[in-house]
């Protein structure tokens, strides 16, 4: 109980005398948001803040399976930066879960605020947090139909077949998206490819 405030007042000491504080357990800001981001040194910052609130509320909801528990840090996010479209895409997911029909909202809104390419990589890599192949899978086929050289399309499909088990798929997306990626010059994604490549490999022949 008197450690969290003790290290803030530590923090403020160093801070006003030109140091810097690093504080992890992003946990503890759960319920904070309105507080810390009152206190961020621009609102980007802020906004940081309020995203890595939201992805640690977003682990919580594909390790529990609580739609409704996500939702709330979703719409708590969306108090303070109601245009994020991250938590828009979120929200619309969720909400779609629920069976709600203001999903719809929650989507074309994200949808105003993306590029379509954005808007579909996001939905799809949200569907992979949440263990949801098939609606990845989908995300991912609509990005393909749009550029059929986009890597990224491939490398989030890939996680859908991947969470499906099927690794065969799997390995010949990954395989596509290294070979765009390095026609493109995507060094990181090139590399990110391979290495996933490697491991799924190795777990094709061990099955």
């Given at each position: 109980m008197a450690g969290n405030p003790a290290t803030g007042i530590c923090s403020d000491l160093v801070i006003a005398e030109g140091g810097r504080s690093i504080l992890a357990e992003c946990t503890e800001w759960m319920g904070c948001e309105e507080w810390l981001t009152s206190r961020a040194a621009s609102p980007a910052i802020a906004e940081q803040i309020v995203a890595g609130v939201q992805h640690i509320a977003q682990r919580a909801l594909a390790s529990e399976q609580s739609p409704q528990a996500a939702l709330a840090q979703i719409d708590a996010g969306l108090v303070i930066?109601?245009?994020?479209?991250?938590?828009?895409?979120?929200?619309?997911?969720?909400?779609?879960?629920?069976?709600?029909?203001?999903?719809?909202?929650?989507?074309?809104?994200?949808?105003?605020?993306?590029?379509?390419?954005?808007?579909?990589?996001?939905?799809?890599?949200?569907?992979?947090?949440?263990?949801?192949?098939?609606?990845?899978?989908?995300?991912?086929?609509?990005?393909i139909s749009l550029n059929p050289a986009l890597p990224e399309a491939y490398y989030v499909r890939a996680s859908g077949y991947e969470i499906k088990d099927d690794i065969a798929k799997a390995i010949a997306d990954l395989e596509q998206a290294a070979a765009l990626a390095d026609a493109q010059g995507n060094s990181a994604l090139y590399a990110s490819a391979r290495i996933r490549l490697g491991t799924l490999m190795q777990r094709s022949v061990q099955q």
């Open positions: 930066t109601p245009a994020s479209p991250t938590l828009l895409n979120w929200r619309g997911i969720l909400l779609a879960q629920l069976g709600d029909a203001a999903s719809e909202d929650a989507f074309a809104q994200a949808r105003a605020r993306q590029s379509e390419k954005d808007f579909l990589l996001e939905r799809a890599s949200i569907n992979i947090q949440l263990g949801a192949g098939d609606a990845a899978i989908a995300e991912a086929d609509k990005l």
